[in-house]
């Protein structure tokens, strides 16, 4: 949880405040050493708006799928790679507003064809594509 945390920090230090949940701060209980990561509430996992709940599939629409591309390239551009893309982590609030979530996977200065590999499994995903792994 402390490393989702720095890599929260690391892209709002970045400049990446949108496509992501804003992180009100990791929290520690002195007395069981539990811990919780406390965040907004961006709406629901692409996965729970599946329209059919019988697939695994998803499919949203061309601006959908282009804000989401939009958020993945600025946190390229911070120097983050999520490695955990999937539907349950790509979050749809009522308005359309996108936002991706879950970064304890992420790491931190990946090569140029990491990200050009993650780009094109995101908009493979939101083609209605199946997402297998997400480290290639």
Not at 73 to 83: L, T
Not at 103 to 116: M, R, V
Request: proline share 3%; net charge negative; with cysteine.
């Amino acid at each position: 949880m402390r490393h989702e945390f720095s890599i929260y920090e690391h892209l709002t230090s970045r400049g990446v405040e949108q496509g992501i949940p804003l992180v009100f701060g990791l929290f520690k209980d002195v007395e069981t050493d539990a811990m919780a990561l406390v965040m907004s509430h961006v709406g629901k996992s692409l996965w729970e708006l599946r329209t059919d709940p019988s697939t695994i599939q998803v499919k949203v629409s061309a601006s959908v799928k282009d804000a989401y591309l939009r958020i993945m390239s600025n946190i390229h551009d911070a120097g983050v790679r999520h490695c955990d893309l999937r539907p349950e982590n790509l979050m749809l609030a009522d308005d359309d507003t996108v936002t991706i979530i879950d970064f304890d996977q992420a790491t931190i200065n990946p090569s140029t064809e990491a990200k050009k590999r993650e780009i094109h499994l995101l908009g493979d995903l939101l083609e209605g594509g199946i997402l297998y792994d997400s480290k290639r």
